[in-house]
Nanobody, 121 residues
């Protein structure tokens, strides 16, 4: 069974930085895109960044220039470097992997458990 485990969340002051990691476990042959989403209290979950297995990236306008997504295909891990954090970045951050090919099954989507990021003003 394939699972994603996110880590790296925490409490940081405005202007600070955090780095999130999300590692996929299980027998994995390949993963297509990987991405980060966030959900603030009372709001819908939104895509903030994703990256293809070839390294092409896409960012939400709200995080462009501040957040950087990267991945290590050998480790089946995606990262999110978050700089210049603002109070409005406070949310639970989720990672997602698309089209995960395992030993027996193919998973169209696999979600991580979420990690809380709190930015104080």
């Amino acid at each position: 069974q394939v699972q994603l485990r996110a880590s790296g969340g925490g409490l940081v002051q405005a202007g600070g930085s955090l780095r999130l990691s999300c590692a996929a476990s299980g027998v994995i042959f390949s993963i297509d895109a990987m991405g980060w989403y966030r959900q603030a209290p009372g709001k819908q979950r939104e895509l903030i960044a994703n990256i293809t297995n070839g390294g092409s990236t896409n960012y939400a306008d709200s995080v462009k220039g501040r957040f950087t997504i990267s991945r290590d295909n050998a480790k089946n891990t995606v990262y999110l470097q978050m700089n210049s954090l603002k109070p409005e970045d406070t949310a639970v951050y989720y990672c997602k992997a698309d089209n995960v090919r395992g030993k027996i099954h193919r998973y169209l989507e696999v979600w991580g458990q979420g990690t809380l990021v709190t930015v104080s003003s």
